[in-house]
């Protein structure tokens, strides 16, 4: 059974830093691309990031590039989020989900985790 | 980059109506076109992909059609459980965009 577990979210200040964790099981981790999507309070999915399954090729939406860097431990089966210079617009709930097809890279997505909480306030 | 226009942004409908929902690309994206259905609290959840192709375990009154700029999600005969905000997204290369959803309501 595939299974995403996100970790690391909560209460961080403006300008600081957080690290979102997402453990895989149930499926050959590095094989597939993996994706960061969020969603602000009452509002829509909103895609942040992609990394590619064997971590050479990461792609960023406009709104984090140069703040937030995602990577992975194929190892560990984890696929983290790095965001830092963090802002309230940033103030989401944060999820992992896989790539459906094996290899590919800008795919859909079969499986989600259940979300992080990401509060940006002083 | 190319942007993914939904309509309308919500909808309210009867039990048994036939429900269309419209994506719009702002570029060509060919058949490369996800629909997702987010219920009330819940993790969103992939029915269909490439424009066209069911998801497995998705009911057969899901369906979806389209390619280039053009795409539709059609619910032929709506349910209750099918109270939700339905997304499509393009992936033909990243970023890889949502639209803005469109809320669905029985009415």
């Known amino acids: 059974e595939v299974q995403l577990l996100e970790s690391g979210g909560g209460l961080v200040q403006p300008g600081g830093s957080l690290r979102l964790s997402c453990a895989a099981s149930g499926f050959t981790f590095s094989s597939y691309a993996m994706t960061w999507v969020r969603q602000a309070p009452g509002k829509g999915l909103e895609w942040v990031s992609l990394?590619?399954?064997?971590?050479?090729?990461?792609y960023y939406a406009d709104s984090v590039k140069g703040r937030f860097t995602t990577s992975r431990d194929n190892s560990k089966n984890t696929v983290y989020l790095q965001m830092n210079s963090l802002r309230a617009e940033d103030t989401a709930v944060y999820y992992c989900?896989?790539?459906?097809?094996?290899?590919?890279?800008?795919?859909?997505?079969?499986?989600w985790g259940q979300g992080s909480l990401v509060t940006v306030s002083s | 980059d190319i942007q993914m226009t939904q309509s309308p942004s919500s909808l309210s409908a009867s039990v048994g109506d036939r429900v269309t929902i419209t994506c719009r690309a702002s570029?060509?994206?060919?058949?490369?076109l996800a629909w997702y259905q987010q219920k009330p609290g819940k993790v969103p959840k992939l029915l269909i992909y490439a424009a066209s192709t069911l998801q497995s375990g998705v009911p057969s009154r899901f369906s979806g059609s389209g390619s280039g700029t053009d795409f539709t999600l059609t619910i032929s005969s709506l349910q209750p459980e099918d109270v939700a905000t339905y997304y499509c997204q393009k992936y033909i290369g990243a970023p890889l965009t949502f639209g803005g959803g469109t809320k669905v309501e029985i009415k």
């Open positions: 570029q060509g994206i060919s058949n490369y």
């Open positions: 989900a896989k790539a459906r097809v094996v290899g590919a890279v800008a795919d859909h997505h079969d499986y």
């Open positions: 990394i590619s399954g064997s971590g050479g090729s990461t």
